[in-house]
């Protein structure tokens, strides 16, 4: 079954401190694999995604994720956490079958930045 | 925001009332989504639309039907509502191609009562 992991519920880093947001993936064929964040009381915005070419990918507000073939792995970075990227952070990736377009999920997780 | 609006933003009704939520588009996108969300559960698919007349079900499509008679709106009923589809609906657009990104709504808050 194709799938997405995000090992971690919630993660908590303290500010200026560089931040990783765990994803592995779980699917046949070459995959694209986005991020998105969603603050609270929001709809999810678009940070970054993985089509091919090079493995390191930068999106907005700074962050950017790495794929890794080997290890089915998206894991999304940001070199120095700001406060307010305290959110909600969800991985997807996206199975091509005909006119399927559709996203598989993770679960999300919950990035608290401390002060 | 993609030009992406959700009607109502928030909506309380009794059980077993209909109720239909819609999702406007100003960019003229192919595909477009309804997901639920819940704590811990992530996202979750309901029905997702390829055209226009063209709908499928997703993973959690059991007591909702959709409708998509014009590109622009998408629309989710649910035919009798319950306690259990209380939660956060989301509308999703995307482009014809399989690299593009989707774009989301802000969002419809239902609480069925």
């Known amino acids: 079954a194709q799938s997405v992991a995000q090992p971690e519920d919630q993660v908590n880093v303290a500010e200026g401190n560089p931040l990783t947001v765990k994803c592995t993936y779980s699917?046949?064929?070459?995959?694209?694999l986005f991020w998105y964040v969603q603050y609270p009381n929001r709809g999810l915005q678009f940070l970054l995604k993985y089509i091919t070419g090079d493995n390191l990918v930068k999106g907005s507000y700074g962050f950017e994720a790495e794929f890794n073939k080997s290890q089915t792995s998206f894991h999304l970075k940001k070199p120095s956490a700001l406060v307010s990227d305290s959110a909600l952070y969800f991985c997807?990736?996206?199975?091509?079958?005909?006119?399927?377009?559709?996203?598989?999920w993770g679960l999300g997780t919950s990035l608290a930045v401390n002060p | 925001d993609a030009g992406i609006t959700q009607s109502p933003r928030h909506k309380v009704t009794e059980t077993g009332t209909p109720v239909t939520l819609r999702c406007h588009q100003t960019?003229?996108?192919?595909?477009m989504y309804w997901y639920r969300q819940d704590p811990g559960h992530g996202l979750r698919l309901i029905h997702y639309?390829?055209?226009?007349?063209?709908?499928d079900k997703g993973e959690v499509s059991d007591g909702y039907s959709v409708s998509r008679s014009k590109t622009e709106d998408f629309l989710l009923t649910l035919e009798s509502a319950t306690s259990s589809q209380t939660s956060v609906y989301f509308c999703?657009?995307?482009?014809?191609?399989?690299?593009?990104?989707?774009?989301f709504g802000q969002g419809t808050r239902l609480t069925v009562v």
């Open positions: 639309s390829y055209g226009v007349k063209d709908t």
């Open positions: 960019e003229n996108h192919r595909y």
């Open positions: 699917v046949s064929g070459n995959p694209y």
């Open positions: 997807a990736v996206r199975v091509n079958a005909g006119n399927n377009r559709k996203l598989i």
């Open positions: 999703a657009v995307q482009g014809g191609d399989q690299n593009t990104e989707a774009f």
